[in-house]
């Protein structure tokens, strides 16, 4: 079987994108993309994380193609495939539809450095515009707004984030969660005192670091 360890992953992953509250039914996707076998182990389309095994996760190019699996890859691949051709510090992604971060995305609102955590994301989580979302068109908006960044907020949809491995692209999606929350509450009841970029460049330099040696 091809990238039978990145199958497991993927498998491991999508279990937890349920128990931890990440994202609904059968929503949401996970891929990890092995660069020196240039191949994509990515989550199928619409089948339940608690039964999906490792034969179950699709193997595709970065075409698209599918290149194992006998199920439909994730309708979002372009997304994921393009994330790993334009970044070549990333090689793995993890899209969800956690409650407060695609509440954020439904205000169409970024998410500003309210908690030194944030820094994982590489700055401020920005916001891109509603699109359909199963085409390339998707997928360029969706490099255009991430850019330099680990985090992207999906407007009216859910959240994408990414890293060098699975671990990282997996935490940093449940901190933008956690900022997404912090932010969207403490915004309902004042003006949060938000992090000044000194305040975040120790932190910064820290997830750096972390994302050099993986
Ligand atoms: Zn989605």
Not at 43 to 60: L, R
Not at 161 to 171: F, K
Request: one cysteine or more; glycine letters at 6%; hydrophobic letters at 40%.
């Amino acid at each position: 079987m091809l990238l039978q360890h990145e199958r497991e992953l993927v498998a491991d992953y999508g279990r937890k994108l349920i128990s931890d509250g990440l994202t609904v039914g059968t929503s949401g996707n996970i891929s990890i993309y092995n660069r020196e076998k240039d191949l994509i182990a990515i989550s199928p389309s619409g089948m339940d994380y608690f039964e999906i095994k490792p034969e179950n996760v699709v193997v595709i190019d970065i075409s698209g193609k599918v290149i194992e699996g006998s199920r439909k890859p994730s309708s979002e691949k372009d997304m994921h495939r393009l994330l790993y051709t334009y970044r070549k510090d990333v090689n793995a992604a993890v899209h969800t539809h956690s409650k407060f971060a695609t509440l954020m995305a439904c205000l169409n609102w970024s998410i500003e450095p309210i908690h030194p955590i944030l820094a994982c994301a590489g700055g401020n989580v920005r916001c891109a515009p509603y699109m359909i979302s199963h085409n390339e068109e998707f997928g360029k908006t969706v490099i255009k707004y991430i850019a330099d960044r680990y985090a992207v907020l999906l407007g009216n949809h859910g959240a994408l984030t990414c890293g060098p491995n699975i671990g990282y692209a997996y935490t940093t999606a449940l901190s933008v969660e956690f900022c997404a929350e912090l932010y969207y509450r403490a915004k309902a009841v004042a003006k949060p005192k938000l992090l000044t970029q000194a305040d975040m460049s120790d932190m910064m330099h820290r997830f750096q670091s972390i994302r050099e040696k993986q």
